[in-house]
DNA sequence: CCGTTCGTGTACCAATCGGTACAAATAGAA
DNA sequence: TTCTATTTGTACCGATTGGTACACGAACGG
């Protein structure tokens, strides 16, 4: 039999966008094998523990990207605005302006959340977290930089969810702006608009 | 055979917790049954066209529930702020703080998504038409208004995703709170103030 | 008292589910 | 070549899926 997959990991993205489409309960094993053009012997092979073992890796995978790609650089960064920038760049490109959900948030979502609590969990809890070190580390006070982290970890699950109910994906760039911006050390003494305000709240807190 | 059931709109409620749960495809017929307490006979002379006419018409229950308590008030409030305030009240209560997940939201970023597409963005179309009405009513501008009520209502889901993530109700609590500060009309002044100013800004629109 | 209608449970259907077993086929070492 | 370990396809398993058929029982009009 012809050796078409030479490591476990080249099937992964191919199931991961198997169980971001259908759910967990509904990525049955016909659609993951026709997507890995797999047959059940070699995904067996690679995933002794079936399903499970497949949804478990996946996720270690998804978890992988972020924490390199996302997390770390939030908490290392000696630039954090920096990498507060890079992450919504990162978010922008990676879910494809809401076309592509967030396989974490949807398993959050389903009945399949307690099999997966703790990967679900400390995925959220870790981009909190690392989000809201660099908002400390950018100058903000440790209380709202927590409740902004949160705020814009949230915004984006849900601007994924409303882009894809309205099917229209400058829905999700829209509110993700909005999010960015929100971000941004100095806050909104923006173009033309409010020019006789901002004198009088410059003195806000640190 | 004895009658339990009276009603069609009866079942609806246990049916809704049921596809809220599992989804529109884990939802089996099974589970239906016995959430309901009746057999397939029974189900299928309610709902001829099976599980599809069971979810169409959960959707349309739901959507006619918001659109009693929300969406309506939003849009024909002669007090656009009580309403707002009205409607994070009733989201709070409705979600409960998260425990509750949105099944509009949920077949939205499942595979169903397409067979409810109508359903499903025309609730959310509305959410955010009415609250961005209500916003505007209150005193902001048209355009400004539209994006924070997007905002809004991407952040309510976002915080339900968030919190059952984490399995934390509070932090639904926290973004939606944080959410419903944003859309008061005095930002950050004092606590209590802000009564006497809205004399000020009646000669806003007409 | 009968007959129709409505509500209900149950048996059944083909299809598919996740998972197992195993034999065929290959690649690499000898 | 020959042997062995690794990949692979496929047949099969019991359980469950959404859906149909149907017969039984209560309610109701005559």
Redesign the pocket.
Known sequence: ?????AERADTLPAIAEVFREYGY?G?????IGKAT??????L???F?????EMASAVLAEIDGWFETHMFGPLRDSREPERAIETMFDSVESYFRSGRRVCLVGVIALGDARERFAQPVSGYFKRWVDALADALVRSGRDRLPARALAEEVVAGIQGAIVLARALDDPGAFGRTVTALRVKTRPEPKVSRAASRTRDRSHTRRQG
Do not use: D, V
Not at 37 to 42: A, I, Q, T, Y
């Open positions: 039999m012809p050796r078409i997959i309960e990525a049955s094993l016909a659609l053009g797999l047959g059940k012997g070699s067996y092979h690679f002794p523990g079936g399903k499970e």
